[in-house]
């Protein structure tokens, strides 16, 4: 089992930055890719970022691309999201994810372990 708890959500005028945190505990967090996703209100979740176990690679979706960062730290089984520029389209449930693989796509069904998710509100 690998459990996974976000942080770092909040509000935040459009235009500026927010880091969210995803702490992994359990099984070895290396063994996973890990990957962001985020759910608006009265939307389907949709899948934002994915970095592979090493960090060495990195996947966005189109809509955040340029904008937002994802970076991990293995020494510390944290996975990060910089979200620079935010937009209030921005706002949503985020929530991380661990996978087999990382992944330029995904729907969320080939997840492993999600987390409970942090509250982003960007305010125009």
């Known amino acids: 089992q690998v459990q996974l708890v976000e942080s770092g959500g909040g509000l935040v005028q459009a235009g500026g930055s927010l880091r969210l945190s995803c702490a992994a505990s359990?099984?070895?967090?290396?063994?996973?890719?890990m990957n962001w996703f985020r759910q608006a209100p009265g939307k389907e979740r949709e899948f934002v970022s994915s970095i592979t176990w090493s960090g060495s690679r990195t996947y966005y979706a189109d809509s955040v691309k340029g904008r937002f960062t994802i970076s991990r730290d293995n020494a510390k089984n944290t996975v990060y999201l910089q979200m620079n520029s935010v937009k209030p389209e921005d706002t949503a449930v985020y929530y991380c994810?661990?996978?087999?693989?990382?992944?330029?796509?995904?729907?969320?069904?080939?997840?492993?372990?999600w987390g409970k998710g942090t509250l982003v509100t960007v305010s125009s």
């Open positions: 994810a661990a996978g087999r693989l990382a992944t330029s796509e995904s729907s969320g069904y080939d997840m492993d372990y």
């Open positions: 359990g099984r070895t967090f290396t063994s996973y890719a």
